[in-house]
C-alpha cells in the first residue's frame, strides 16, 4: 500500500507536533538528597520526587529505600535512562545515591546532555558534603580548589605535589580505604605547621571533624581506628 503525497505531509506534521510537543513539556529536575541525616531533604525535594514521572538515580536500591521512608511512590530507574525519559516528554528528577548530583558523580555528563536536547533544566538545591564541611571548619577558605576524588594511582602524586605549592584552599573527598596514605603524602608534601582538617561521616550518629597537622591526625587516627571510617571531606589550608 502506498502512501499519498497528502499523507506523507500529513505524517510528517504529525512527527514535528509530536517532538514540539515533547520539547515543550521534557524537564529534568537535578535533586539534592541527604547526605546521610534524612531530616535534611527539603520540602520542594519531596514535592518534586513526587511529581515527577520517574526518578532516574545511581542505584535504584538506594533510591527506592529514601522515596519509602517519606512515602513516595514515583517509579524509578538507572540514570542512564534519563536522556531517553526526557526524548519522551518526561519530567525527570536525577538524584544521586547521596549529596547533590553533578560533584563527583555522572550527573556532571547528562545534566550537559540534557541542555543540548533543549530540556528544561532546574535545580532543587539541598545537602552538599563539600558546603558542609567549609561551613564547619573555622579554616582559612577564602579561596579554594575542590578535587572531588583524586585517582587512586595516576596522577595522584601530581595533585598532591599541587596541592602543596597551592595558595588557595584545596578540598577533595577521601575514602577510608586511602585516608591514612593521604595523610603520609600530606606530612611529607606540607610545610610545618600546616593544617589539615578531616570531615567525617558529615549529618551521621557518629559525625566527626578534627583538624591539626598530617603527623598529629595520623596518630589519631591510628590510636583510634574507628576515626578511619566512613567517607571523608578533607581540606588542606592554603600555603
Known sequence: MSFSWTDRVRNTLWCVSKNACNLKYMKLSVVATPIGNLEDITLRALR?????????????????KLLSHFDIHTP??????????????????LVSDAGTPGVSDPGLE???KAREMGAKVEVIPGASALAS????A???????????FLPTKKGRETLFKEIAASDRASIFYES???????LDVLEKRLEPGR???LFRELTKLYEDHIIGTPAELTEMLTQDTN?????????VEAA
Open 195 to 197: 593544617k589539615v582538617g
Open 227 to 235: 576515626k578511619q571510617r566512613g567517607e571523608f571531606v578533607v581540606i
Open 133 to 136: 564541611a567549609i561551613s564547619i
Open 176 to 182: 577510608p580505604h586511602r585516608i591514612m596514605k593521604a
Open 76 to 93: 524509578t530507574a538507572m540514570d542512564t535512562r534519563v536522556l531517553s525519559m526526557l526524548e519522551q516528554g518526561k519530567h525527570v528528577a
Open 138 to 148: 573555622g579554616m582559612r577558605v577564602p579561596t579554594f580548589t575542590f578535587y572531588g
Open 48 to 64: 518534586v520526587l513526587k511529581e515527577a514521572d520517574i526518578v532516574c538515580c545511581e542505584d535504584t536500591r538506594m533510591t527506592k
Open 110 to 112: 547528562i545534566v550537559s
